[in-house]
């Protein structure tokens, strides 16, 4: 099994540390998250904490696909974070990844940053209608996702634990993670509203954000919000018909 890597310019001089802490991932590192799919686990480095993404073995398609045709969900990571970071967007600082790799398949892959602490994610959004300064940090957050809009950045992962959040006194900081989903291109108003899909099903939620992306983006508030709940309502009936189907098929064994 072969290993590639590619390191961040500002780490290299940390190359026998990385190496090491990917090599003896299983054993060493503290268990970071609830990750469904992947693992997460933190080191510490110095005065500095990394976060490592685990990503797990594909299935045999993708990994032929990742072996010969497509990026890795690691590499992607790694290089979205740094285009982000050229266009002021803020991410959890990128340090490299790692891949494993035989002939004709592609095994694992890492992805690693720096670990970044926050105040709240959006999810918080979605459980504490009582969170101090609530509607401030959801329409902060409404002028955040279309500044992304604005500089051509469609996060496909926008969804609630994939924003962190900064608070100090009046001032809000949002960071993007789980990166490995993401297109750079200009976006028109069908693209945005679908992008808020995934965001919120509560109605009064997506009030709010039709609200303030409507002030930003100039265009009447009606016709933001019915196409932004559209979206909502569409994403919300698909999630409904996969949990039929997978209780059918389910009852059928």
């Not at 609830?34 to 933190?42: A, D, M, V, Y």
């Not at 670990?115 to 300064?133: H, I, S």
């Not at 919120?200 to 265009?219: F, Q, R």
Request: hydrophobic share 35%; proline share 3%.
């Amino acid at each position: 099994m072969n290993r590639t890597k590619n390191i961040h310019d500002s780490f290299k001089q940390h190359e026998a540390f990385l190496d090491d802490i990917i090599t003896n991932y299983d054993i060493k590192g503290e268990d970071y998250g609830n990750q469904k799919r992947n693992s997460l686990k933190l080191f510490k480095l110095e005065d500095k904490t990394l976060n490592v993404k685990s990503f797990r073995i594909p299935n045999v398609v993708n990994q032929v696909a990742y072996r010969f045709l497509r990026k890795s969900k690691a590499q992607r990571s790694f290089e979205y974070a740094k285009e982000l970071q050229k266009l002021d967007v803020g991410t959890p600082q990128p340090v490299g990844y790692y891949e494993y790799k035989s002939l004709f398949l592609f095994n694992k892959s890492y992805y690693i940053s720096e670990q970044l602490e926050c105040d709240l994610t959006y999810r918080e959004l979605l459980t504490d209608f009582n969170y101090p300064n609530y509607e401030a940090i959801l329409r902060a957050f409404t002028r955040f996702t279309f500044q992304l809009h604005e500089k051509g950045i469609m996060f496909l992962d926008h969804s609630p634990g994939n924003t962190l959040i900064t608070v100090d006194n009046d001032s809000y900081e949002f960071y993007l993670v789980d990166l490995n989903r993401m297109k750079f291109l200009p976006m028109d108003f069908s693209a945005r509203m679908k992008n808020f899909a995934r965001l919120s099903k509560y109605k009064n939620m997506v009030e709010i954000m039709s609200d303030e992306y409507a002030k930003c983006y100039g265009k009447p508030y009606d016709v933001v919000f019915h196409a932004m709940w559209e979206e909502v309502q569409e994403f919300r009936s698909k999630i409904r018909r996969k949990k039929k189907m997978k209780k059918l098929l389910k009852f059928w064994k």
